[in-house]
């Protein structure tokens, strides 16, 4: 049925049998010309303080767009090794937030006496930005990847843990009723009611925690130094090379966008069918 | 209560029990800002084994408060009920309940919703003889071919079907249903409570069952139970339904009784005990 309804709303709306491609990619497409137009226009002048689209292109064409993957040691990598060593911490602080984050999630859903004892800390925890952690964790750490790690970890783990929480505190009382009644036991009640459950709510902790990991690292990259994405944006800025944070930028954007979108497939591929709203 | 077809028409196995299932005394008091609220007072009825009670009521009457106590869900606060002289202090699958929305879970198929409950009351048994049990329960209610579903695919005649096959594997002592047939549709109730009945006789389980609905009741009941209006509600009434069994609808309709009692629980629920609203 609302396939039906849908379909008949777009050929009313739409005119009938416009493809896919020419729907979806060729607005886009649209708006980036005219951005880079006006861009263009505004930075043409000489004494334009950042560089138009063309000039970004002519200054990082060779070797930055055409070998991501040039190596001339230090820390001078193409982006693509330094988004990859970015990738490794968020990889690292990310996993460990998740798992963390859905252990604790899950116990403060289950137990009210927690929930009220960490709720309010946690609170108060996830409203500090990434990087005032920083600081604290170089010096408990004492090196500068950890203490990058650790930044995406405190980053990522506070929405994963509240919406955890709240997923395992929203199982309909029917179903526990259900099992109250079958006297399921815990592991029973675990697999068959709370997780199936719960995994939802899982998932958009999991999605907004990737995205802040992915802001995060940026941050704490441009302090820690090293390779990355991060210093090399800071890096380009102390040697004002501004067509490489330029660069730098559109890559950020797009890799944070591929992140968020691969845990929405692993979502789409995990929660249960019945579950998806 | 009228008393000129009370024990006569009983069927014989009631009339020799020991009561069964005991409701003694049973009263239900909520606190609130304003004092406590009285949603039960003072109910007392006695079931005996095998028996196919319904209850009928106005709602806010606190028929599933009063299910609730006999399922385990909830706490009298006076009184206790009695299952087989044993008080009732939780839910356990010796009363297994049959809800109106079916609480099936959702991610599981029909099987799967089945085996749950039997592979969690009997953890012991080896596995052939746990899928065997699902697999007769889903047969018995019709449903064998749809074992594999998902609750989303079937219909909720079909997915009520499952609930209490989900129920009945257990073997419980009393089966408890709120409302279970509201939400179906007039065709598929009238298919359900004749199999509801049908396996009723076959396992003589005590059923306890809410209804809204007079025709359901006179149908399936041994005892109409009707309640008075909340606050503190109590049984109004009790009426026995003398129709002997196998009950055939259309047998029954054409009886000159049947139009005698349901005059009589019309009357007590639109007259006698009117609800404000209605």
């Known amino acids: 049925m609302t396939v039906l309804g849908s379909r008949s709303k777009k050929s009313s709306k739409l005119g009938k049998a416009?493809?896919?491609?020419?729907?979806?990619?060729?607005?886009?497409?649209v708006a980036i010309a005219v951005i880079l137009v006006i861009w263009q226009l505004i930075f043409s002048g000489p004494d334009a303080n950042l560089p138009g689209p063309i000039t970004v292109l002519q200054e990082t064409w060779d070797p930055l767009i055409i070998d991501p993957f040039f190596d001339y040691g230090g820390t001078n990598k193409g982006l693509g090794l330094q988004i990859l060593a970015s990738l490794g911490r968020v990889a690292i602080g990310f996993s460990l937030a998740a798992i963390v984050g859905i252990a604790l999630g899950?116990?403060?859903?289950?137990?009210?006496?927690?929930?009220?004892?960490?709720?309010?800390?946690?609170?108060?925890l996830r409203t500090v930005p990434p990087l005032a952690w920083l600081p604290l964790s170089l010096a408990a750490l004492q090196q500068s990847d950890p203490s990058a790690i650790f930044v995406i970890f405190i980053t990522a783990i506070w929405p994963i843990i509240i919406n955890t929480t709240v997923g395992v505190q929203q199982i309909p009382q029917d179903y526990r009723n259900v099992a109250k009644v079958l006297r399921l036991s815990g592991p029973k009640f675990f697999w068959k009611i709370l997780l199936p459950s719960a995994v939802p709510y899982i998932f958009t902790g999991l999605r907004i925690g990737i995205g802040l990991?992915?802001?995060?690292?940026?941050?704490?990259e441009m302090l820690t130094g090293g390779v990355g994405i991060g210093f090399f944006i800071w890096d380009a800025y102390n040697s004002s090379r501004l067509s490489e944070i330029i660069l730098a930028l559109v890559y950020v954007g797009i890799v944070g966008l591929i992140l968020d979108r691969l845990v929405a497939f692993v979502a789409s591929k995990v929660v249960p069918e019945e579950q998806k709203g | 209560m009228q008393t000129l077809n009370t024990t006569a028409l009983k069927r014989p196995e009631v009339l020799n029990g020991d009561p069964f299932l005991v409701i003694d005394n049973v009263s239900k008091i909520y606190p609130t800002p304003t004092g406590p609220y009285t949603v039960l007072d003072g109910i007392n009825l006695t079931v005996y084994e095998g028996e196919f009670i319904?209850?009928?009521?106005?709602?806010?009457?606190?028929?599933?408060?009063l299910l609730d106590m006999v399922s385990g869900f909830?706490?009298?606060?006076?009184?206790?009920?009695?299952?087989?002289?044993?008080?009732i202090t939780e839910p356990g699958p010796d009363r297994m309940v049959v809800f109106q929305n079916y609480s099936l879970l959702p991610w599981l198929s029909a099987f799967e919703n089945v085996y749950l409950g039997i592979d969690s009351v009997y953890p012991n048994k080896p596995k052939a003889e746990k899928v065997a049990i699902a697999n007769e329960h889903l047969a018995m209610v019709g449903l064998a071919d749809a074992a594999n579903k998902r609750p989303r695919e079937l219909s909720g005649g079909m997915k009520q079907r499952v609930s209490i096959a989900r129920a009945l594997a257990l073997r419980p002592k009393v089966l408890v249903l709120d409302e279970p047939f509201g939400a179906l549709d007039p065709i598929t109730r009238e298919e359900l409570q004749e199999e509801l009945l049908k396996i009723w006789s076959d396992h003589q389980v005590t059923v306890l069952m809410i209804t809204h609905d007079i025709d359901e009741a006179l149908f399936l009941a041994d005892r109409l139970v009707m309640m008075t209006n909340g606050p503190a509600a109590n049984i109004g009434e009790i009426m026995n339904i003398p129709f002997p069994r196998p009950?055939?609808?259309?047998?029954i309709m054409e009886d000159p009784e049947y139009y005698n009692l349901r005059n009589q629980a019309l009357d007590f629920l639109y007259r006698r005990f009117a609800h404000a609203d209605e």
């Open chain 1, 18 to 29: 416009m493809p896919a491609v020419t729907k979806y990619v060729v607005p886009p497409l």
């Open chain 2, 54 to 65: 319904c209850l009928i009521g106005h709602s806010g009457c606190g028929k599933s408060t």
């Open chain 2, 247 to 251: 009950r055939n609808r259309a047998r």
């Open chain 1, 213 to 220: 990991s992915w802001l995060a690292i940026v941050a704490a």
């Open chain 2, 74 to 87: 909830r706490k009298p606060s006076e009184g206790e009920v009695r299952l087989q002289t044993k008080r």
């Open chain 1, 106 to 124: 899950i116990l403060v859903g289950i137990s009210p006496f927690v929930y009220r004892a960490l709720d309010p800390l946690f609170q108060v």
